[in-house]
């Protein structure tokens, strides 16, 4: 078997930053339905960090650590804690402590530590109090069929481009699709979660059949339930490219809105298939450098 320590260092599609961090155990099984090691995880991770680090670099995160692989414990951290290395930054945020990176040894000092996913705060730790993007999370009942998504998503980003706006495509390597609409950082987060809201709450009242904008399951039978409960303080979203720790190891992925058409479901992609597509394709530098702002009221 091939060494991981040397392939993570080597590894390199595209240029990029390289990490002297050693990952240990590379050949232990993370999930046994794709046969995905630590090491492939870190060399996966070691490919993309360009773009991942685009964007979640100096956001705060959460972090889904699986030392025991996907099929045992699984928990959430938030403050850097133990065993981390100075690349990894901890920042005392209101009300919680928060750790972020700007760096791919960052990167692989949480892979070292048994991170699978990347969890982004929407504001940068510099200034927690305005968002750099809203996002609204397409979430389907399970009787809802992926193309009912997809048209969902559609009529989001039309109702955007209606009030001036881009947006941008994410299959979240679950069940449904993210819409982010990308921000300047100037407006609040309450007034960014009221115009999510009202936009929400518009989609509904005119299409009640098929859109709910309420968390309580009842209501969201065979409805796609517009989540906007990610633009509020101390929430995050998955970034693009983190790996899910879900069985097959599906990755979340930064699409054009001209590959909606041919897409099968938010979460076909596997890491194989990213290192594939990133040598051909790159995701848009729009969707991390534009800036907006929401409409008046």
């Not at 091939?2 to 080597?10: A, D, E, Q």
């Not at 927690?128 to 993007?133: A, C, G, K, S």
């Not at 990755?251 to 992609?269: I, N």
């Amino acid at each position: 078997m091939p060494s991981h320590n040397k392939t993570l260092k080597n590894a390199r599609l595209h240029p990029g930053p390289k990490s002297s961090i050693t990952i240990t155990h590379p050949e232990r099984v993370i999930d046994t339905q794709s046969g995905l090691t630590k090491g492939k995880l870190a060399e996966y991770y070691s490919i993309v960090s360009p773009y991942l680090l685009q964007n979640l670099s100096a956001h705060p995160l959460t972090l889904i650590r699986c030392p025991e692989g996907f099929a045992g414990q699984m928990f959430y951290q938030r403050s850097v804690g133990t065993g981390l290395g100075p690349d990894v930054i901890p920042y005392k945020g209101r009300p919680h402590e928060y750790l972020y990176t700007e760096t791919i040894t960052g990167l692989m000092e949480m892979v070292q530590m048994s991170t699978v996913e990347f969890h982004p705060w929407g504001t940068r730790y510099d200034d927690m109090d305005h968002p750099e993007w809203a996002i609204f999370d397409l979430d389907p009942d399970l009787a809802v069929p992926f193309e009912a998504v997809k048209l969902a998503a559609i009529d989001l980003n039309q109702r955007l481009e209606s009030k001036g706006l881009a947006s941008f495509l994410r299959c979240t390597g679950g069940k449904g699709l993210h819409v982010i609409v990308p921000l300047a950082g100037k407006d609040k987060w309450a007034d960014v979660k009221r115009w999510c809201a009202d936009l929400a709450g518009e989609m509904v009242t005119e299409v009640p059949d098929a859109y709910v904008d309420t968390m309580a399951k009842a209501g969201r039978r065979g409805r796609i339930f517009i989540d906007i409960f990610r633009n509020d303080y101390t929430a995050t979203a998955v970034a693009d490219f983190s790996v899910r720790a879900r069985p097959g190891a599906p990755v979340a992925v930064p699409l054009d809105w001209s590959e909606l058409k041919g897409l099968r479901t938010a979460s076909q992609f596997s890491i194989d298939d990213v290192i594939r597509r990133i040598t051909k394709k790159r995701p848009d530098p729009e969707r991390y450098r534009l800036k907006q702002r929401i409409p008046p009221p």
